[in-house]
């Protein structure tokens, strides 16, 4: 009987181990820093031979640098990437640079200086963008990321393709600005492995509808208005933030007009539009109608109600959010217009 009951307890313990050992986020990250060191070691120079361009302009961080900055400026290509740094690199005159490699020159110290800090401790680096994402993830959420460190180009940072960029000629030696950016282009890949998938009612109606869900939650993710110890880029970037949601009521004007036309014009080229909407050239604005819907989300129903939102196709969202102004119309909330309410409830 004694054994019998030694027996039962162990059985009982190994059950509650095995109940107390839930799945546990697996994250797995690695870190590139060979295109921003050997632009910068160009750059350091006074000539640069055929063979070290060739390599340089076949790093993933390279290529990934000259697509991104092409999305924003038609002029940007690889072989304008060639000319410009044989011309940076010589000292001349930089006549068309939407690269900006006479300004990342220019920064050049400041630049390294980041670069070290991250190689002093990347292990705490990506420790500090894992759990930056966790709390609006999933528990158990599990994915293969690569950070790709990179200078020159218009764009701090973006994600494409389980891969994300940060450009470090913008944080101006600011760890925390960076850290804020890195969180929120690592939560865009975590956001492709929970979310939602796309619905079929029109592909730019949705389109517009799900970037902005995605863009507006990263924002909260890697919201910079709680930093207190930030330098120059988190300045601006909370400049930029409080900017935008004391406009919110034009934001959200933008984003009708927007969607309307994507939902009612075949002909809309969304690349067109696009920009008008997500570009930091006109300030990113529907970053922060994403942004607005889903704290007002999360504060009527909580972090668990908006996750489980997210799980599902973009439009769920913004019914979630037009319910909760239609059941409490004490909330001073921004309404969407009669017309773009039947054209989110009938996707």
Request: glycine share 6%; charged share 25%.
């Amino acid at each position: 009987m004694n054994n019998f009951k030694w027996l039962l307890c162990l059985v009982l313990s190994l059950l509650s181990c095995v109940a107390l050992a839930s799945p546990k986020e697996s994250i797995n990250i690695t870190i590139d820093f060979e295109s921003a060191e050997m632009l910068i070691d160009i750059l350091s120079e006074n000539k640069v031979s055929d063979q070290q361009l060739e390599k340089l302009v076949n790093l993933p961080g390279i290529q990934a640098t000259i697509y991104q900055t092409s999305r924003f400026d038609s002029r940007a290509s690889e072989k304008l990437f060639r000319s410009s740094l044989i011309d940076a690199v010589e000292g001349k005159p930089l006549l068309d640079d939407p690269f900006r490699l006479q300004k990342l020159k220019e920064k050049l110290p400041e630049v390294e200086s980041i670069i070290s800090i991250l190689k002093e401790d990347p292990q705490q680096y990506l420790n500090e963008i894992r759990k930056g994402i966790g709390a609006y993830s999933p528990k158990d959420i599990s994915f293969d990321a690569n950070i790709f460190i990179v200078v020159g180009g218009t764009s701090d940072g973006w994600a494409k393709d389980g891969n994300f960029y940060i450009a470090l000629q913008y944080f101006n030696g600011d760890y925390e600005g960076l850290l804020t950016l890195s969180i929120h282009e690592l939560y865009h890949i975590a956001q492709s492995n929970f979310y939602g998938k796309k619905e079929k009612h029109g592909s730019i109606c949705e389109k517009v509808l799900n970037e902005t869900r995605l863009e507006g939650i990263a924002s909260i993710v890697g919201s910079p208005l709680n930093i207190v110890e930030g330098k120059n880029y988190t300045a601006w970037f909370q400049k930029k933030f409080n900017r935008n949601l004391q406009r919110i009521d034009d934001n959200f004007s933008l984003f009708e007009v927007i969607l309307f036309r994507g939902c009612n014009d075949p002909e809309i080229d969304f690349n067109k539009i696009y920009p008008l909407g997500f570009s930091g050239a006109w300030d990113s604005p529907l970053y922060f109608v994403g942004y607005y819907i889903g704290s007002a989300i999360e504060e009527a129903k909580g972090r668990e109600f908006l996750i489980s939102v997210l799980k599902d196709s973009p439009s769920t969202m913004f019914k979630a959010y037009i319910d909760i102004y239609k059941d409490d119309k004490s909330k001073n909330l921004t309404r969407f217009d009669k017309s773009i309410e039947d054209i989110i409830l009938a996707m």
